[in-house]
């Protein structure tokens, strides 16, 4: 159990996953890249995370959740001392996201409540009440912020619709020949598909601003697609099996750059 008397205190790998609701194996991924490392190890080299760990991944969780990639995570916490004020920053940040969450949750409970009033009167709620619930829910299942989803929208505009449409268009050419790829198993560092990815982010940095809000709102995109990429494909002209495979493919490729 992880309670307030922890300074002397060890955890294994196991007992800090169950508390923490991370994965063993990406506590093992942390420690490969030099996220979060164990701080002591047993005689017989099992990892035993300290009081001090314990706060690094906290810092780590909140920094993922605030949208932030692991390579500048652990560029953050390689700059920034783990001391009051550094935790202090760092938790108003996330008060000031579960406070924008909670209005949105607040938000969908009105309108729900307000669908259930309208069935309770024996009349059918409006389509477009019907939307914006469906809309809402979407939201609190996403990875961006409010003000990061605002950002998008106001990229979009600013585009205007021939913009976009003609982006759909290359988007679909993209994915056709990178499928093609996928299929036939072309490495991934193949001249044909490195241009082919430089292109596909070169189409997606245009739906982004540019700047640090920009860097986070592509990291969200990319965690959303590796996250769920079989759910959004099902909802693509494409075959969900190859779609799902298609983000993975694409950071091998940019790994391989």
Known sequence: M??????????SIGELAQ???VTVRTLHHYDEIGVLRAGERT??????????DLRRLYRVRALRALGMPLDEIKEVLASS????AAMRALLV???????DQAKRIGQLIEQVDGLLRQLDAASMPDPEELMTTLEMISMLDAYFTQEQREE???RRGELGAK?????????????ERLLDH???GTPVDDPRVRELVRRWDELGDTFHAEGAGGERTKAAARRLWQDHGDQLGARLPWPAEEMAKLPAYLERVRAAR
């Open 163 to 175: 913009a976009v449409e003609a982006a759909k268009t290359r988007f679909t050419e993209l994915v």
């Open 152 to 154: 998008l929208a106001r």
């Open 43 to 52: 005689a017989s080299g099992h990892r035993r995370y300290t009081a001090a």
């Open 81 to 84: 001392p783990d001391d009051p």
């Open 93 to 99: 940040a996330q008060l000031r996201q579960l406070t």
């Open 19 to 21: 508390a923490s609701g």
């Open 182 to 184: 996928v299929r036939e």
């Open 2 to 11: 992880i309670g307030k008397d922890t300074a002397a205190h060890r955890w």
